[in-house]
């Protein structure tokens, strides 16, 4: 499993004991023990830079639609971006909501990589018209992530919206005829479409991309769609083979390592770092300056500060907040420190177990051991997300995108194939 996927990491603190002596080099022991204790600075920086998002996904994790008055300013960002450049921040992976609704996207974008910071987005596509990918094709430390649930319209537009398959194709489509080198098909697997990952692989493949594929949480939106969605044990198996397989050309992120279990050699069978990054390698800042320890846990339990408040701003977060601090202690995983495969899968998801109601020292919900499933079984609380920005759109799938009016749509009157933002400047 593929936890970080940049070749530049920024400079780590080493454990006391652990520093070099001078007339030996450092003993630099697991990686994963190394990132336990926490790095200078995130390896994958989440920066969700707006809600506005012209889809609504049945799963999304934060829950996107409408835009939060309190958004931060153009200028505040780019203040952001001067810090991450200072603290040696690789790059940034920026998404949302859909980010290139905002009017600034492009003009922080070029600021980013002005100031040697690189610019990983996220997009479901609607934005790619011909010229803006000739505009990508041109820059070398821009990444571009297309999000697509189905290899087929029927499966994806299910649970993004109907056009959306077409939408991400198309886009795909222009990368690709204006020679961008290397986009990313981003795909949250679901119990739909684990059947279709040859096929995604297939699509990939023909246009020049890589597939990334990530887990379904049960966070955001995805909480009341999570037990109708998530994969089925034997399709966790499924996919569990098809990684072993083919996992060395597929990137993963962080998001599989409770299928670790599954290795009957004691290790994961499965490439890269299997490790939960929150508070360590990795967290995320979300439109109005808020930092969460983790993409996938944005909930008051899970926040560490808010940059525009903090004295010091994110690096005083990062490397100094008590839950960023708390996390990089050693973690109490319970009775799974008792199970065979416990250095493989760590215990599981923190997100996944507590958007689930299951307690964070306990397996993850969708452990492959069945440890979870009595869990879930049983009686409880499910926490109640403290941010929501939807447009009151039913949570079902076959959700269909409002269409009108500014309130409900943040691009109300713009067209897909346009270039120019929407018909209001106060949604957007």
Same mark, same amino acid.
């Given at each position: @499993?593929?936890?970080?996927?940049?070749?530049? @990491?920024?400079?780590?603190?080493?454990?006391?004991?652990?520093?070099?002596?001078?007339?030996? *080099?450092?003993?630099?022991?697991?990686?994963?023990?190394?990132?336990?204790?926490?790095?200078?600075?995130?390896?994958?920086?989440?920066?969700?830079?707006?809600?506005?998002?012209?889809?609504?996904? $049945?799963?999304?994790?934060?829950?996107?639609?409408?835009?939060?008055?309190?958004?931060?300013?153009?200028?505040?960002?780019? &203040?952001?971006?001067?810090?991450?450049?200072?603290?040696?921040?690789?790059?940034?992976?920026?998404? /949302?909501?859909?980010?290139?609704?905002?009017?600034?996207?492009?003009?922080?974008?070029?600021?980013?990589?002005?100031?040697?910071?690189?610019?990983?987005?996220?997009?479901?596509?609607?934005?790619?018209? *011909?010229?803006?990918?000739?505009?990508?094709? &041109?820059?070398?430390?821009?990444?571009?992530?297309?999000?697509?649930?189905? &290899?087929?319209?029927?499966?994806?537009?299910?649970?993004?919206? *109907?056009?959306?398959?077409?939408?991400?194709?198309?886009?795909?489509?222009?990368?690709?005829? +204006? /020679?961008?080198?290397?986009?990313?098909?981003?795909?949250?697997?679901?119990?739909?479409?684990?059947?279709?990952?040859?096929?995604?692989?297939?699509?990939?493949?023909?246009?020049?991309?890589?597939?990334?594929?990530?887990?379904?949480?049960?966070? =955001?939106? =995805?909480?009341?769609?999570?037990?109708?969605?998530?994969?089925?044990?034997?399709?966790?198996?499924?996919?569990?083979?098809?990684?072993?397989?083919?996992?060395?050309?597929?990137?993963?992120?962080?998001?599989?390592?409770?299928?670790?279990?599954?290795?009957?050699?004691?290790?994961?069978?499965?490439?890269?770092?299997?490790?939960?990054?929150?508070?360590?390698?990795?967290?995320?800042?979300?439109?109005?300056?808020?930092?969460?320890?983790?993409?996938? +846990?944005?909930?008051?339990?899970?926040?560490?500060?808010?940059?525009?408040?903090?004295?010091?701003?994110?690096?005083?977060?990062?490397?100094?907040?008590?839950?960023?601090?708390?996390?990089?202690?050693?973690?109490?995983?319970?009775?799974?420190?008792?199970?065979?495969?416990?250095?493989?899968?760590?215990?599981?998801?923190?997100?996944?177990?507590?958007?689930?109601?299951?307690?964070?020292? =306990? *397996?993850?919900?969708?452990? $492959?051991?069945?440890?979870?499933?009595?869990?879930?079984?049983?009686?409880?609380?499910?926490?109640?997300?403290?941010?929501?920005?939807?447009?009151?759109?039913?949570?079902?799938? @076959?959700?269909?995108?409002?269409?009108?009016?500014?309130?409900?749509?943040?691009?109300?009157?713009?067209?897909?194939?346009?270039?120019?933002?929407?018909?209001?400047?106060?949604?957007?």
């Amino acid at each position: @499993m593929t936890t970080v996927e940049s070749p530049v @990491m920024p400079s780590m603190t080493p454990p006391l004991g652990l520093e070099p002596q001078p007339t030996s *080099p450092p003993k630099v022991g697991r990686l994963v023990d190394q990132f336990e204790k926490g790095l200078d600075a995130p390896i994958c920086l989440t920066w969700e830079l707006t809600y506005a998002c012209n889809l609504s996904c $049945v799963h999304c994790l934060s829950s996107s639609g409408k835009r939060d008055p309190r958004e931060l300013s153009t200028e505040q960002c780019k &203040a952001i971006i001067d810090e991450l450049q200072r603290m040696q921040v690789f790059y940034v992976n920026i998404g /949302g909501g859909e980010p290139t609704v905002r009017p600034d996207f492009w003009e922080l974008v070029d600021y980013a990589t002005d100031h040697q910071v690189g610019v990983k987005f996220s997009t479901n596509g609607l934005r790619i018209t *011909p010229d803006v990918a000739d505009r990508l094709a &041109a820059s070398d430390y821009v990444d571009v992530q297309i999000s697509l649930d189905g &290899a087929t319209a029927e499966v994806n537009d299910a649970v993004r919206g *109907p056009g959306s398959f077409d939408m991400a194709v198309r886009a795909l489509e222009n990368l690709s005829n +204006a /020679g961008f080198a290397d986009a990313k098909i981003s795909v949250v697997m679901t119990r739909e479409n684990v059947s279709q990952l040859d096929e995604f692989k297939a699509l990939a493949d023909k246009y020049g991309a890589t597939l990334r594929i990530t887990r379904l949480r049960p966070s =955001g939106r =995805g909480a009341d769609v999570w037990d109708d969605l998530h994969p089925l044990p034997e399709q966790q198996r499924e996919l569990y083979d098809w990684l072993v397989a083919h996992g060395d050309n597929v990137l993963t992120g962080d998001s599989f390592f409770h299928l670790a279990a599954f290795s009957e050699s004691g290790g994961s069978g499965l490439p890269g770092l299997n490790l939960c990054g929150a508070g360590r390698v990795v967290c995320l800042i979300d439109p109005i300056g808020d930092v969460y320890a983790c993409p996938f +846990a944005i909930h008051e339990n899970f926040l560490a500060g808010n940059i525009t408040t903090t004295e010091g701003g994110f690096q005083e977060i990062w490397q100094r907040s008590d839950l960023f601090t708390e996390l990089r202690e050693p973690q109490n995983a319970g009775a799974c420190t008792k199970c065979q495969h416990f250095d493989a899968c760590r215990g599981g998801c923190m997100a996944a177990k507590f958007f689930t109601g299951l307690p964070l020292a =306990g *397996p993850d919900p969708e452990c $492959v051991q069945g440890f979870g499933e009595e869990l879930l079984a049983g009686d409880r609380s499910k926490p109640t997300a403290n941010k929501d920005h939807s447009r009151g759109v039913p949570l079902t799938l @076959m959700t269909r995108p409002p269409s009108r009016d500014c309130d409900e749509n943040p691009l109300a009157g713009f067209a897909p194939t346009a270039a120019s933002g929407c018909s209001s400047t106060n949604c957007c």
